[in-house]
């Protein structure tokens, strides 16, 4: 018999995403490079997927504006991710769905990301749109911007 463990989705503290954050996004590079300069701000904050007590899924959300977009309130999208045995079972699309109510809570009216070409069909997928050419950041690799109406 399969006994199926709901997910959580709550708000938790920067340090207590940053190992997942560390394991998934910067493989192979100093722990510290896990730590985005606005994790502390009041005005962020921080999602994880919660199962069986073990954060499977992560993201982090900021106020700011971006010169690719004409928005009143937008915010930034960060740090998705998701353990690597726990991907593609739907954990991080809820994390998202929970995101967008919050943001929306919050008056955001767009939130945009810089995705890694890997995470495109992911975001498409949730109704992210590309605006621009791919450009690279050092040390990760190719992206995308990417931005979603809320």
């Given at each position: 018999m399969?006994?199926?463990?709901?997910?959580?989705?709550?708000?938790?503290?920067?340090?207590?995403?940053?190992?997942?954050?560390?394991?998934?996004?910067?493989?192979?590079?100093?722990?510290?490079?896990?730590?985005?300069?606005?994790?502390?701000?009041?005005?962020?904050?921080?999602?994880?997927?919660?199962?069986?007590r073990?954060?499977?899924?992560?993201?982090?959300?900021?106020?700011?504006?971006?010169?690719?977009?004409?928005?009143?309130?937008?915010?930034?999208?960060?740090?998705?991710?998701?353990?690597?045995?726990?991907?593609?079972?739907?954990?991080?699309?809820?994390?998202?769905?929970?995101?967008?109510?919050?943001?929306?809570?919050?008056?955001?009216?767009?939130?945009?990301?810089?995705?890694?070409?890997?995470?495109?069909?992911?975001?498409?997928?949730?109704?992210?749109?590309?605006?621009?050419?791919?450009?690279?950041?050092?040390?990760i690799?190719?992206?995308?911007?990417?931005?979603?109406?809320?």
């Open positions: 399969d006994i199926e463990i709901a997910i959580e989705i709550k708000n938790v503290d920067a340090d207590m995403i940053k190992p997942l954050r560390h394991a998934e996004l910067r493989k192979g590079q100093d722990f510290s490079s896990t730590s985005y300069l606005r994790d502390n701000e009041v005005s962020t904050f921080h999602l994880a997927a919660i199962l069986d073990k954060i499977v899924t992560c993201a982090t959300f900021y106020p700011e504006k971006s010169k690719n977009l004409n928005a009143i309130k937008s915010y930034r999208l960060r740090g998705l991710a998701t353990a690597s045995s726990f991907q593609r079972k739907g954990y991080a699309r809820e994390l998202i769905i929970a995101a967008f109510l919050e943001l929306k809570a919050k008056g955001a009216d767009f939130v945009w990301c810089n995705a890694r070409i890997i995470a495109l069909g992911f975001y498409k997928s949730i109704g992210f749109k590309i605006k621009g050419d791919q450009f690279d950041i050092e040390t690799g190719p992206h995308y911007f990417m931005y979603k109406e809320i």
